[in-house]
């Protein structure tokens, strides 16, 4: 077969269906990729815009431009935008646009879930559009603080749409990171074994990674305070036992790290881009894995410098602040081997590699401001100040925002196939980090001479009018700035010459394949001998064109990729990827029904949505698997490989292991607030506590023991292949059991009593839910067996609902002995 | 994946220890404390020997990382294990530094 020949076979079998059709029922990474890049930049539009808003009405004292109550809905929008709908998902996009070719692979691990994970973001994203064209739109800061975002405080529906819309949007940045994990860990080409990994890929795995643990708190901050909003569950509540310091430690738990998500994928795309400018290799790369592992875990002992101000202990703060200068060390690590990559080799300063150095002056500085509000003393003068505002853009803007538009001009020939011609890009270069400056530099002065932040207004004579001014001015040339790059990106894809394939002479796998990207990225995979194979072996692209490498035969006729161990890169099985749906789309606009049958209060629409989103899943995974077993695949240059649902651990068990990852933080979150409450909150005790009885522990214990013995029962019975029916009954009857005892707790306190009751019903809530969840999950698998899906070698799907019973198991008696111990000690 | 969990656990414990020790001052400084009839200096004495027990479980985990038996065979991930085995160890005595150095429940 030639090279054309195979090329037709190959987009045949991956190409997404034509005309507009293929929008919406896409699973391909690259056609996703650029479509969450797409919605990220269009959020970042209207943020900007919104900024622009604040800046006029802040340009003049005393400024009529808009009151107060618009106002806050502006600068609440901007922040919200900026961090959840535009550089959360910017990340995403990049990373679900560019892994797969960098590790040389031909898609993400879960194609659907990639889909699904993009709708869920458009639609909660719309939702929060919608309100903000309403104009009733969150208004209490990007933070959200109880008591301020309280039913009594802001009995609207402003608020609501903050708390149901981000958390639908924060289920795109788990899918993501799910995708992303499971990804770098086992889909790359052969041979490419931990250390060979292109170094993107190291920091999107811990930034993902960091999504999984991280975004669980406010996701659990947010279900509270919705419940405390729709029906008085009084967790933030003193007077009730609650405590509004709660959210702030879930809002930050989330809040630092989040700040890291995003300066992280930041950092990874400077260490690639950055030696290709330089003409060599990235220096110290061990070093720099270290750097970013240390950072994702440090960031989250750093919460607290967010809540200096709030009166905790002095001992306490200084934990903090001690955690909070440390990050520096990491950071300057990073720094300083960027700094002696470009020593090394002969700088060239193209456009990509002039953004990389506004980046490292511009964050630098951020991050000695960084350093300075982590100083308590000074931090108690400037919190709440625009010196934090300036503080914060510094970073983000200099961290993220330089770093991700050197990203654009350095990937931009690889998705357009196009070689840059309009050279606009410079100008705007210069208006942006020019205009950026100027605005916040002034902005730290006006902090420092003591102008709060988030006010709408301020008196003359302070000495803050001329300052305000020049930073409005340079926020305006910013703008225009951000227009001209958006001008230049238009131009060049649409009309400029076409290019060649590996314009920058880079090492790494994404410019071995034509551009723009083929749907299926790779006509066979490479086998992996260094970290720039390029470099190796610049005839790479010719011979994978050829057929030279694996699975270079489309005969199959099916979307095949291959997997690797985790750290050798010895391939390891052949994955079968599901094929063009709209199954995705479907199910993230019916996921959406739970969430606006909670903003508009239309209760009985929840549980309906909630049904019709597990009907889906349903037909969705019914489709994977097949009834029978085909034994080992040639998979080209003499290797056989078994398939993927012939394996012990298919990829659904690595995804269910890291769904379960976020969902154990969530459930830790949880019990952290509890203690919390239990340790710190005024009113407390409450009037009285549960006791747990006899029946209670009694079906919880017979209950997970049941259901852990009968499916281990089940399994062993598929192993020598007899029925599992006896095992998959006994272990839906344990699931029963744990249900009935987590409902015990329901059924013996009131709600809305007070702050503790509130969390015996989330916490027995969360235990009813799960026991619901296996007990769907078994009955599945024993509608698959009967199937004849589950037998023979394919019994990779018992592993997977195992480890969701124990993983119920463990949480049924963790969640129920914690919500029993009160009533047992008194 | 071992050499995933070499390279993540050493940070991952100081996280724990830190967070624990955070709990700890939490519950030393809340009325809770003082029902238990304890006094302020035994608190101040458990927060510090948590901190040398944190100390000595990264010292632990260092040692333990360099031994033959435990050792990754990939020269990569040892390298990287340890230096943040390194890491962990001193980020355990200078984020909890404070027990020993600043007032207690002020
Ligand atoms: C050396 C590293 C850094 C240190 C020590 C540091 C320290 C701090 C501290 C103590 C605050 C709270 C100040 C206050 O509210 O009174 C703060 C705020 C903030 N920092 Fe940093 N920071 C660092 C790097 C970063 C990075 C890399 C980012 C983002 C990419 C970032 C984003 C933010 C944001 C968004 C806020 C304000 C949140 C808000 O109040 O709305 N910081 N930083
Ligand atoms: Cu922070």
Same mark, same amino acid.
């Given at each position: 077969?030639?090279?054309?020949?195979? @090329?037709?076979?190959?987009?045949?079998?991956?190409?997404?269906?034509?005309?507009?059709?293929?929008w919406f029922?896409?699973?391909?990474?690259?056609?996703?990729?650029?479509?969450?890049?797409?919605?990220?930049? /269009?959020?970042?539009?209207i943020?900007?815009?919104?900024?622009?808003?604040?800046?006029?009405q802040l340009?003049?004292?005393?400024?009529?431009?808009?009151?107060?109550?618009?106002?806050?809905?502006?600068?609440t929008?901007?922040?919200?935008?900026?961090?959840?709908?535009?550089?959360?998902?910017?990340?995403?996009?990049?990373?679900?646009?560019?892994?797969?070719?960098?590790?040389?692979?031909?898609?993400?691990?879960?194609?659907?879930?990639?889909?699904?994970?993009?709708?869920?973001y458009?639609?909660?994203?719309?939702?929060?559009?919608?309100?903000?064209?309403? $104009?009733?739109?969150?208004?209490?800061?990007?933070?959200?603080?109880?008591?301020?975002?309280?039913?009594?405080?802001?009995p609207?529906?402003?608020?609501? &749409?903050?708390?149901?819309?981000?958390?639908?949007?924060?289920?795109?940045?788990?899918?993501?990171?799910?995708?992303?994990?499971?990804t770098?860990?086992r889909?790359?080409?052969?041979?490419?074994?931990?250390?060979?990994?292109?170094?993107f890929?190291?920091?999107? *795995?811990?930034?993902?990674?960091?999504?999984?643990?991280?975004?669980?708190?406010?996701?659990l901050g947010?279900?509270?305070?919705?419940?405390?909003?729709?029906?008085?569950?009084?967790?933030?509540?003193v007077?009730?036992?609650?405590?509004?310091l709660?959210?702030?430690?879930?809002?930050?738990?989330?809040? @630092?790290?989040?700040?890291?998500?995003?300066?992280l994928?930041?950092?990874?795309?400077?260490?690639?881009?950055?030696?290709?400018?330089?003409?060599?290799?990235? *220096?110290?790369?061990?070093?720099?894995?270290?750097?970013?592992?240390t950072?994702?875990?440090?960031s989250?002992?750093?919460?607290v @410098?967010?809540?200096f101000t709030?009166?905790?202990?002095?001992?306490?703060?200084?934990?903090?602040?001690?955690?909070?200068?440390?990050?520096?060390?990491?950071?300057?690590?990073?720094? /300083?081997?960027?700094i002696?990559?470009?020593?090394?080799?002969?700088?060239?300063?193209?456009?990509?590699?002039?953004?990389?150095? =506004?980046?490292?002056a511009?964050?630098v500085i951020?991050?000695?401001? $960084?350093?300075?509000?982590?100083v308590v003393?000074?931090?108690?003068?400037?919190?709440?100040? @625009?010196?934090i505002?300036?503080?914060?853009?510094?970073?983000?803007?200099?961290? &993220? #925002?330089?770093?991700?538009?050197?990203?654009?001009?350095?990937?931009?020939?690889?998705?357009?196939?196009?070689?840059?011609?309009?050279?606009l890009?410079?100008?705007?270069?210069?208006?942006?980090?020019?205009?950026?400056?100027?605005?916040?530099?002034?902005?730290?002065?006006?902090?420092?001479?003591?102008?709060?932040?988030?006010?709408?207004t301020?008196?003359?004579?302070?000495?803050?009018?001329?300052?305000?001014?020049?930073?409005?001015?340079?926020?305006?040339?910013?703008?225009?700035?951000?227009?001209?790059?958006?001008?230049?990106?238009?131009?060049?894809?649409?009309?400029?010459?076409?290019?060649?394939?590996?314009?920058?002479?880079?090492?790494?796998?994404?410019?071995?394949?034509?551009?723009p990207?083929?749907?299926?990225?790779?006509?066979s995979?490479?086998?992996?001998?260094?970290?720039?194979?390029?470099?190796?072996?610049?005839?790479?692209?010719?011979?994978?064109?050829?057929?030279?490498?694996?699975?270079?035969?489309?005969?199959?006729?099916?979307?095949?990729? *291959?997997?690797?161990?985790?750290?050798?890169?010895?391939?390891?099985?052949?994955?079968?990827?599901?094929?063009?749906?709209?199954?995705?789309?479907?199910?993230a606009?019916?996921?959406?029904?739970?969430?606006?049958?909670?903003?508009?209060?239309?209760y009985?629409?929840?549980?309906? =949505?909630?049904?019709?989103?597990?009907?889906i899943?349903?037909?969705?995974v019914?489709?994977?698997?097949?009834?029978?077993?085909e034994g080992?695949?040639?998979?080209?240059?003499?290797?056989?490989?078994?398939?993927?649902?012939e394996?012990?651990?298919?990829?659904?068990?690595?995804?269910?292991?890291?769904?379960?990852?976020?969902?154990?933080?969530?459930?830790?979150?949880?019990? &952290?607030?509890?203690?919390?409450?239990?340790t710190?909150?005024?009113?407390?005790?409450?009037?009285?506590?549960?006791?747990?009885?006899?029946?209670?522990?009694?079906l919880v214990?017979?209950g997970?023991?049941?259901?852990?013995?009968?499916?281990?029962?089940?399994?062993?019975?598929?192993?020598c292949?007899?029925?599992?029916?006896?095992?998959?009954?006994l272990?839906?009857v344990?699931?029963?059991?744990?249900?009935?005892?987590?409902?015990?707790?329901?059924?013996?306190?009131?709600f809305?009593a007070h =702050?503790?009751?509130?969390?015996?019903?989330?916490?027995?809530?969360?235990?009813?839910f799960?026991?619901?969840l296996?007990?769907?999950?078994?009955?599945?698998?024993?509608?698959?067996?009967?199937?004849?899906?589950?037998?023979?070698?394919?019994?990779g799907?018992?592993?997977? #609902?195992?480890?969701?019973?124990?993983y119920?198991?463990?949480?049924?008696?963790?969640?129920?002995?914690?919500?029993?111990?009160?009533?047992?000690?008194? | 994946?071992k050499?995933?969990?070499?390279?993540? #656990?050493?940070?991952?414990?100081?996280?724990?220890a830190?967070?624990?020790v955070?709990?700890?001052?939490?519950?030393?400084?809340?009325?809770?404390?003082?029902?238990?009839?304890?006094?302020?200096?035994?608190?101040?004495?458990?927060?510090?020997?948590?901190?040398?027990?944190?100390?000595?479980?990264?010292?632990?985990?260092? *040692?333990?990382?360099?031994?033959?038996?435990?050792?990754?065979?990939?020269g990569?991930?040892?390298?990287?294990?340890?230096?943040?085995?390194?890491v962990?160890?001193?980020?355990?005595?200078?984020?909890?530094?404070?027990?020993?150095?600043?007032?207690?429940?002020?």
């Amino acid at each position: 077969m030639n090279a054309l020949r195979r @090329h037709r076979a190959l987009t045949r079998i991956w190409a997404s269906d034509p005309g507009w059709k293929g929008w919406f029922t896409t699973v391909n990474h690259t056609d996703l990729g650029r479509m969450f890049l797409f919605v990220a930049v /269009f959020f970042f539009v209207i943020g900007g815009i919104l900024a622009m808003l604040i800046r006029a009405q802040l340009a003049t004292p005393r400024s009529a431009f808009v009151g107060p109550d618009i106002y806050n809905q502006i600068f609440t929008m901007h922040g919200t935008i900026m961090m959840f709908l535009f550089a959360i998902p910017l990340f995403e996009g990049l990373a679900v646009y560019l892994l797969p070719k960098i590790l040389g692979t031909r898609d993400l691990a879960f194609p659907r879930l990639t889909a699904y994970g993009f709708w869920c973001y458009v639609f909660g994203g719309s939702l929060l559009i919608v309100s903000l064209l309403a $104009g009733i739109a969150p208004d209490s800061g990007w933070f959200m603080y109880p008591p301020l975002s309280s039913r009594i405080a802001s009995p609207g529906i402003n608020t609501d &749409f903050w708390l149901l819309g981000i958390t639908f949007v924060e289920i795109s940045a788990i899918c993501a990171s799910v995708e992303i994990t499971v990804t770098v860990l086992r889909y790359r080409a052969p041979g490419m074994s931990l250390p060979r990994m292109p170094i993107f890929a190291w920091y999107a *795995l811990v930034t993902a990674v960091m999504i999984l643990t991280g975004f669980p708190p406010l996701i659990l901050g947010s279900i509270l305070l919705e419940l405390e909003r729709a029906f008085g569950m009084p967790f933030f509540q003193v007077e009730h036992g609650g405590d509004s310091l709660l959210w702030q430690h879930l809002f930050w738990l989330f809040g @630092h790290p989040e700040v890291y998500i995003i300066f992280l994928p930041a950092a990874g795309v400077v260490s690639m881009i950055l030696p290709v400018m330089a003409r060599t290799t990235l *220096l110290g790369y061990g070093w720099i894995v270290a750097a970013a592992v240390t950072l994702g875990v440090l960031s989250f002992g750093l919460w607290v @410098h967010h809540m200096f101000t709030t009166g905790i202990p002095h001992m306490g703060l200084a934990f903090f602040s001690a955690a909070s200068t440390l990050v520096a060390v990491p950071t300057g690590v990073q720094i /300083f081997a960027w700094i002696g990559t470009i020593w090394k080799g002969s700088p060239q300063l193209k456009l990509p590699m002039m953004w990389i150095l =506004a980046f490292f002056a511009t964050f630098v500085i951020g991050g000695l401001t $960084g350093v300075m509000v982590a100083v308590v003393p000074f931090d108690w003068q400037v919190h709440d100040t @625009h010196f934090i505002v300036a503080h914060l853009h510094y970073v983000l803007v200099g961290g &993220f #925002v330089f770093p991700m538009l050197a990203a654009l001009y350095y990937w931009m020939p690889h998705a357009t196939g196009r070689k840059r011609f309009f050279k606009l890009g410079e100008t705007a270069f210069w208006l942006i980090s020019i205009g950026f400056h100027v605005t916040f530099l002034a902005v730290h002065w006006v902090g420092l001479l003591g102008q709060r932040r988030r006010i709408h207004t301020y008196d003359e004579g302070q000495g803050w009018e001329v300052i305000n001014l020049v930073a409005s001015v340079g926020g305006f040339v910013t703008a225009v700035g951000f227009a001209l790059v958006i001008v230049d990106v238009a131009l060049n894809a649409a009309v400029a010459i076409r290019g060649s394939r590996d314009p920058w002479q880079a090492g790494t796998l994404e410019w071995a394949m034509p551009t723009p990207p083929p749907a299926y990225n790779f006509a066979s995979l490479p086998l992996i001998e260094s970290r720039n194979p390029l470099y190796d072996d610049p005839d790479l692209p010719v011979c994978l064109v050829r057929g030279e490498g694996y699975l270079g035969d489309p005969s199959r006729g099916r979307r095949e990729t *291959l997997t690797l161990e985790v750290a050798s890169g010895k391939p390891a099985y052949v994955v079968i990827f599901p094929t063009n749906t709209a199954l995705p789309i479907l199910m993230a606009f019916v996921t959406g029904g739970i969430f606006v049958g909670m903003l508009l209060k239309l209760y009985w629409l929840v549980p309906l =949505a909630a049904l019709g989103v597990a009907a889906i899943v349903v037909r969705w995974v019914w489709s994977l698997g097949s009834k029978r077993d085909e034994g080992p695949l040639e998979v080209g240059r003499g290797l056989t490989l078994p398939l993927a649902s012939e394996a012990a651990d298919p990829p659904g068990w690595w995804g269910s292991l890291f769904l379960l990852l976020a969902n154990a933080t969530l459930f830790g979150s949880l019990l &952290f607030g509890y203690a919390f409450l239990w340790t710190v909150a005024p009113n407390w005790p409450p009037p009285n506590y549960l006791e747990p009885g006899l029946v209670g522990p009694a079906l919880v214990l017979g209950g997970t023991a049941l259901s852990m013995a009968g499916i281990r029962l089940a399994r062993w019975k598929l192993r020598c292949g007899g029925g599992p029916w006896l095992g998959l009954l006994l272990s839906v009857v344990g699931a029963v059991g744990t249900g009935m005892a987590a409902g015990t707790l329901l059924l013996r306190t009131s709600f809305d009593a007070h =702050a503790y009751s509130a969390t015996i019903w989330v916490i027995g809530g969360y235990v009813l839910f799960h026991a619901g969840l296996v007990g769907g999950m078994i009955t599945f698998l024993t509608l698959r067996a009967a199937a004849g899906y589950v037998a023979g070698r394919r019994v990779g799907e018992a592993r997977i #609902v195992q480890l969701w019973i124990d993983y119920t198991a463990a949480v049924a008696l963790l969640g129920l002995g914690v919500a029993w111990l009160p009533g047992v000690l008194t | 994946m071992k050499d995933i969990l070499r390279i993540s #656990v050493p940070l991952t414990v100081w996280l724990a220890a830190f967070s624990a020790v955070y709990g700890l001052e939490g519950l030393v400084c809340s009325h809770r404390w003082a029902e238990a009839g304890l006094s302020l200096a035994a608190g101040r004495g458990i927060l510090l020997a948590a901190w040398a027990l944190a100390v000595a479980l990264q010292t632990m985990l260092l *040692l333990v990382l360099r031994s033959p038996r435990f050792a990754s065979p990939s020269g990569f991930a040892r390298s990287v294990s340890l230096t943040l085995a390194g890491v962990a160890l001193v980020a355990t005595a200078w984020t909890l530094l404070p027990v020993a150095a600043t007032s207690l429940c002020l």
